[in-house]
């Protein structure tokens, strides 16, 4: 034998709890995402910024020395030393004097800063431009560039050394003068900043994972109680146990929930008694006839009556043959009733000529009012109008409003039927006691008792014929002068006519 294996499902305060930190994770990952972009961008500007300025200050600087072309070499390089020893004292960003074919096999030679001044800064000048020209060469037209170096960022710029020609005022370089001033900026200090920031902000992250957790079991826990309550509350229902669910539940979603689950609660503990009851009364109702049967079949049987006797005992089985199998054929058109309420049964409709269906009605029970010698009225007085129901209910239905009248009637019955816009109405009156307040109050209800002590099920089965149908049965008491009896008044909807009828028909056999 197969065991159901039952999937697992994720408990709503999981949700919750997970919900909660990814919105933390995404919001400060998207945070630290940003800040990055922010701090690259606000790098790359302040270095482009920083060279710019040595930049300007340098020309600052040339035009306040006012060089000159000179042939004499010494003259040329003392200015240029002197240029950019003063520029550099601004420590806007590094300056490497570079100048063309001093040096065999060597493309570009450092002349600033030298070996006697720094030897550190000389070594890192010189491998700085061998990074530079192997991965860029040199361009003096290009805005700030960037070269990896040693796991760092260097921001860097070339730009030509030239001389003002004394006479014409122009700007000129001869080949003997192949000077360029390259410009840098060390980022390692701007990413240390950075990595500290980054460090603060994944601490922040934990953090935020941490007050996010404790926030969404805070918040979570109510949530989770009055579920498992409201789930404990649907197990219980579930084992017949409708007591109501009290305390409180938090959210107004799940508090609506546990109103209608109150309110389900209350009809399923009605609708239960009520069934319960009904079966009492039916097994009460079925017992009678059948033990009535039992008795007259054995005294039959076992010869305790004599031949004239034994001939009322018959009829008397006959009667409560009749009667245990009408009440049987009423316990089964209620049952459908209430399958066809729940959408279990679907009650099968077709187009129905109002006065054929009254006339069989009439002709079925006149019968029963000639052998009590009772008069039956017709009043019926209408043609070409028809309703769309089920013959065997809407039949049935009359059947027990007649059957009622007859049962309280003094000398007769009137049956008038007519009809309006909306619907047919059929009214069955009798001349008999009225019906009491006290019992029409619950004149419908299954298994109602009667003036007589009698209970029944009849007029229940008609007025769930009627809603089934959508109308409606109502029960009062005569109010003319000198009158007496109750009035049943049934409202069926009419079809307009046998077109609406037709296309209805044709769309259920469809």
Known sequence: MKQSKQSFRIPIALYIYSSL????????????????????SYIKYEC????????????????????????????????????????????????????????????YTVLWPNASSSVSQFYQSSDILKTILREN?????????????????????????????????????TPQDEYYLLFYVDSSNYYSFYNAMHMALLRSIVFAVLVSAIISIIVASPLYLSTRKLSRFAARIGKGDFNKIDGHIVSRELSDLGDMMNSMATRLEKSDKEQKT???????ELRTPLMSIQGYAEGIKYDIFDDEKKGEAVDIIISETTRLSNLVENLLSISKMDMSRSGNFEVKKQMLEVREITESVIDKVRGGFLHAGKELINKFDIDDVYI????SDIFRMLENIFSNCLRYCENSVVFKCTYDSKYVIFEISDDGPGISEEVQKHLFERFAKG?????????????SIAQEHGGSITASNK?????????FEIRIPTAKCREQLSKLNNETED
């Open 48 to 107: 482009d910024k920083r060279i710019s300025s040595a930049v300007q200050s340098c020309k600052q600087f040339a035009e306040a020395f006012g060089e000159q072309v000179s042939t004499e070499s010494f003259t040329r390089d003392s200015l240029v030393n002197s240029i950019i020893t003063s520029t550099d004292i601004t420590n806007d960003a590094s300056i490497v004097l570079i100048a063309s074919g001093v040096e065999e096999n060597e493309a």
């Open 137 to 173: 060469g040199l361009e003096t037209d290009t805005p700030t560039q960037k070269v990896d170096y040693d796991e760092r960022e260097i921001y860097y710029r070339f730009v030509p050394l030239v001389f003002k020609d004394p006479e014409t005022k122009e700007l000129v370089q």
């Open 479 to 487: 109010s003319g002068e000198g009158e007496h009896g109750a009035v």
């Open 278 to 284: 009904f079966f009492q009364n039916a097994s009460h």
């Open 451 to 463: 003036s007589d002590g009698k209970h029944g099920i009849g007029l229940a089965l008609a007025d």
């Open 21 to 40: 930190i990814m919105v933390a994770l995404i919001s400060v990952s998207m945070i630290g995402i940003s800040n990055q972009l922010i701090f690259k």
């Open 388 to 391: 769309y129901a089920n013959e």
